[in-house]
Every structure is written in C-alpha cells, then in structure tokens.
C-alpha cells in the first residue's frame, strides 16, 4: 500500500522539466496548467465547469511526489497571450 505522499512510478520511468505548459482539453472542458515553482517543485491545477467541487490544485516536490492537493483558493483566469485553438 502506498503512502499518500508517494506515488507509484512505472519501472524504467524518468523525469522531465516542465517551466510553465497549458492545456485546454475541449472534449471535457478542463484546463490543465502545470508551472514549475521556486523551490524545485511543480503545480498542476485543473480548470473547468466539470468540476463540482471547484477547481483543483496539486503540489509536486523537488522529487516528482505528489506533497499536497486541494480545492484551488481564489480564481483561476485565462492568461490574456493564451490563444483560441479555433
């Protein structure tokens, strides 16, 4: 049984760094948005109407493991240089 706060790796897996990334996924409404944060680490919040509960947000360690989630405190806007797909 795992701990929750590791998570399981796939044999053979690596790591990659990830400054900043943004995608829209238009099937499920949902927006991903990973940045890397000062301290090594990485955050992935999730966007979208989907959610019921509000939108989410993930912290990651330098390590790759996952270090706290949770119901995204205040707003999340759209970046103003993100362009429509369409």
Known sequence: MLSARRMALKPGGATCQIREQIVEDPASGLTLQFE??????AR???V???LK???REI??????CMAATGTLVGSWRR????KDAT
Do not use: C, K, T
């Open 36 to 41: 890397q944060r000062e301290d090594g680490g």
């Open 44 to 46: 992935l919040v999730i």
């Open 79 to 82: 970046p103003s240089w993100l």
């Open 53 to 55: 509960h509000g939108n």
């Open 48 to 50: 979208g109407e989907a």
């Open 59 to 64: 912290l990651f360690d330098a390590y790759g």
